[in-house]
Structure formats: C-alpha cells, structure tokens
C-alpha cells in the first residue's frame, strides 16, 4: 500500500509514519521542516526496506506542494489512502486576532486538508482494491469559547467536510473516517497543564492502523470524551460562560 501523511515529522504523524512502515507500506511524507522530515524519512526507508518520498513545504503559505505531492505519488506507482493528523494552534487565537494569522490557521488547519483531498479523490476512487481517508480533529471544536477560537472552528468545519465526504464515498471504495482528538503528549503540548491526561500518540497510532478497515465515521479518543461532550453540548449558557478553559 501507499500511504500519504500530513504532517509527518512530528507528534501523531510521525507515529503514523512509523506504524505503517513497520506494516510494510510504503509512504509519501508532507511537513514543514525538511530537515525532521529527510531524517525520518531515511530511518523508515533503511529499517523497515519501503520506499519513502518527501515533500517539504509550508502548506499555510505554499501552493505548490500538490503538484510536489502529485509528483512523488507517481514515483510510488499510486495512491491508497490519505492520513492528516496535520495542524497548528496560535498562542494568542482569541478575539480579535489579525487577518493573515487567521488565513493561517485555517490554511493549515482545513484548507490544506480539502485541496489534498480533492486532488487526489479521483486517484483514490479508481483504485482496483480498498481506500482510505483518516482524518483527525479537537475536541476543541466541541463548544466555541474565547481560547483557540480559529482553531477550534477549523476543526469544526473539517468535522463537518469529513460527514460530507463519508456521504460522497458511500456508493465508491473510499472509506472516511475522522477522530475526535483530546489531549495528545506532543511537543505542542509541552510545558502545558492540562484537565486531563495526554493521550500517547503512539499508541494512538496503533489503534489507528488496527481499525483501518471499519466504517465508524467518527471516534472521539480517549473514549471518555464523548461523555464530556454531551455534557458541555448540554450545558445551559448561562453556566457554560463561567468556565474559563
């Protein structure tokens, strides 16, 4: 199999890379940092014998890395399946917050994830066996509030493109699946207090690749925060306004 992952040097994508070059697959890289990026790439092509193409670029700036995508996906022979654990907070993401750290946001954060996927939907319709699309939000998007605000509605409206998405693919071979992410042991993470435990981003992975064939739509992970869901979803506003989170 050929698999493309976004934003694979680090945190869960690099997780990815690992697992499903241990599986044998080979892997297209897309990161921002080519250096991390030419160093995993090297480690997974020498010790597990795949093939491992690369593609540095800044996708909150950059157009140009499709075709650079499009181009490494040919060396490959093909595409199988498209993971996106890609995305990007901002430190001050309150309100208001300037116009071009928005459009980055949401570039990183949506945008890029959409423009890969249309363009390569059609190569993965076509393929003779079954498909993938892995895609991955916050549990930030739950309930807007006055922190993480672009992010969190970028994660929504990537939530409400996977819905979308798994509804076109219904009558093709593509199977959409989309995870509801909690806290992750990343190094976006570090030096942060957080409500609850991180989750390890490896044994994340291992889920990930282990459920690859099921057709769940969306899987909040931990599990423990889909109750955490209902109730902030639930809460009147008059209560919800006091947190402070």
């Known amino acids: 199999m050929n698999y493309l992952i ?29 250096r991390d990026l030419q160093a995993v790439a090297s480690d997974l092509a020498i010790r597990h014998h795949i093939k491992v193409e690369t593609v540095a670029a800044d996708v909150s700036v950059h157009a140009g890395f499709l075709e650079a995508l499009a181009a490494a996906i040919d060396r490959l022979g093909g595409l199988d399946g498209i993971f996106c654990p890609i995305g990007a907070v901002h430190p001050q993401d309150r309100i208001p917050l300037p116009p071009s750290v ?85 190094n976006q993470a570090f030096g942060k207090r957080t409500l609850l435990p991180r989750a390890n981003p490896d044994k994340l992975a291992g889920q990930v690749c282990k459920d690859l064939q099921k057709d769940f739509g969306v899987v909040y992970y931990p599990g423990y925060w889909r109750l955490i869901r209902l109730i902030l979803r639930i809460m009147p506003w008059r209560l919800f306004k006091h947190l402070n989170f």
Not at 23 to 28: F, Y
Not at 110 to 132: A, C, D, K, M, Q
Request: hydrophobic share 45%; glycine share 8%.
């Open 6 to 34: 976004m934003g694979a040097s680090a945190g869960l994508g690099r997780a990815l890379a690992k697992k499903l070059a241990g599986e044998g697959n080979n892997l297209i890289l897309l990161a921002s940092d080519e």
């Open 102 to 186: 928005v459009q980055c946001i949401d570039n990183v954060n949506y945008l890029s994830v959409v423009s890969v996927i249309y363009r390569f939907w059609e190569l993965l319709r076509v393929r003779p066996r079954g498909t993938v699309i892995v895609g991955f939000g916050s549990v930030a998007c739950i309930r807007g509030r006055n922190s993480n605000v672009c992010y969190a509605a970028a994660k929504r409206s990537l939530l409400s493109f996977f819905e979308s998405l798994r509804h076109a693919a219904v009558s093709s071979n593509i199977l959409v699946q989309f995870y509801v992410l909690g806290y992750l042991d990343t």
